[in-house]
């Protein structure tokens, strides 16, 4: 009855942590990341806005130009910069690249000052692109949802983020 338990105890464990992240992939390490270009994931350009962490979140994201896509967020919360992120999509050799820094509502970064995270491409569809961790979705022309997974205590949790076009 003891080794029942512990057998699903640990299934349950696997099963929860499985569907909580239904929506994003991991990189493989080892693996390669498929051929992709800027025009594959262009339709991410735009002026965004959403609610999250109890706030009001803003996205903005230049069209390709220059070999990448550059991006901008902020969460806004009882009328306050929460943090901002910046970073882009970057086209590198045959594939693509999302990196991204964040940074403090006074603009004191999170990351040292060299240092990014980076998210290799693991799969492009016609409307989502999964980098390691972070999946962009396209319902329409004025509506994305973005999954990222955040660690939090050593828990991963799947974070959806839903945009409408400004």
């Known amino acids: 009855m003891k080794l029942f338990v512990s057998v699903f105890a640990i299934l349950f464990f696997i099963t929860i942590n499985c569907s909580a992240q ?7 390490d080892g693996s390669t990341s498929p051929s992709a270009t800027l025009q594959d994931v262009s339709w991410i350009s735009g002026s965004w806005k959403g609610e999250a962490f109890g706030g009001i979140t803003e996205e903005i994201w230049s069209p390709p130009l220059g070999d990448s896509m550059m991006f901008s967020f902020k969460l806004v919360a009882d009328n306050k910069v929460v943090f901002y992120e910046l970073g882009g999509i970057r086209q590198v050799d045959d594939t693509l690249i999302f ?4 940074f403090e ?3 004191k970064g999170w990351e040292e000052k060299d240092e990014t ?9 016609e409307n989502r692109v999964y980098f390691d961790q972070f999946t962009f979705e396209k319902i329409n022309e004025n509506e994305i949802n973005i999954y990222v997974v955040v660690e939090d205590n050593g828990k ?11």
């Open 105 to 107: 509502n006074d603009f």
């Open 99 to 102: 990196q991204l820094k964040h």
């Open 22 to 28: 239904e929506n994003t992939l991991k990189f493989i």
């Open 117 to 125: 995270i980076d998210a290799k491409l693991v799969k492009i569809e």
């Open 156 to 166: 991963a949790e799947e974070i959806k983020f839903t945009y409408k076009r400004e």
